[in-house]
């Protein structure tokens, strides 16, 4: 693994721009203009870690392959929360590659799932202790998905037209509070999941796969703390829209910035 590259690289001082520096030892520079003196990680996501290069290039290989904090701690030799807030930096990072303000187009699945709370009780929409998460899938393209308050029609009416482009495509279910979406301005589709699970391009099995795909990886957890959820489903986006690329990759080269 590299660890080269991830360092922001000096050719001047950043106090006095002068180009008279020097590395004087390990991870410092200093300018021989204003005798300032300054660490290599200035400036970079890594300036308050204390974390060598090389673990913290093992930890992003460890986040990549899911492993456990409590795993990858004992892996790193690091202490449980030095390894948390290394994979909290991770998480942090993978949020600027989520947060994009394109809107979707073309041919959309629009869904709402329930994450958390426990198993027993009531099951579904509604169910009591469960978060409500709003998804959009772009046909051919990436999922987004956010944490919503409610699921009544304004509130993911009005998300819908923050993030579809008018006279889109909308495949939903039968759910009432997308009832509103031709009179917005879209195309709209429905399945009824009673009659047939698909009805040739009516279907959102897409947004349906990311539902499974997060879900089945939250079990591992057995629950995740309700605030930190919305980073850890942002973290579920991430990988399942970056299922087919190498995720070190992606993370280095973001962690770089
Ligand atoms: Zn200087």
Known sequence: MRAKGILPTFHECPYCHG??????RRGLYKCYQCRKEWSRRRGS????YRVTLQKVLLAVKLFELETSVRKASHQLGLAY???YTLYDLI????????????????EIEVDESYFGGRRKGK???GAPNKIPVFGILERGGKV???????????????LSLKKVKRGSLVYTDKFRSYDGLVSYGFKHERIDHGLKFANGKVYIN???????????????YHG????????????????????????????MRQLKM
Do not use: C, Q
């Not at 180009?19 to 004087?24: A, F, L, V, Y």
């Not at 996501?45 to 308050?48: A, P």
């Not at 942090?92 to 994009?100: D, G, P, V």
């Open 19 to 24: 180009k008279k520096i020097g590395r004087i």
């Open 45 to 48: 996501k890594l300036e308050k």
């Open 81 to 83: 929360n030095t390894t």
């Open 91 to 106: 998480r942090k990072t993978i949020l600027h590659l989520t947060t994009n303000n394109n809107r979707f187009s073309g």
């Open 123 to 125: 099951r579904g929409r």
């Open 144 to 158: 987004r998905v956010e944490v919503v308050d409610d699921v009544k029609g304004d509130t993911l009416l009005n």
């Open 206 to 220: 897409g947004i349906e796969g990311f539902w499974s795909f997060a879900k089945d990886r939250l079990m591992k």
């Open 224 to 251: 995740v703390d309700p605030e930190k959820f919305p980073l850890y489903l942002k973290e579920l986006e991430f990988r399942y829209n970056y299922r087919n690329s190498d995720l070190f990759d992606v993370v």
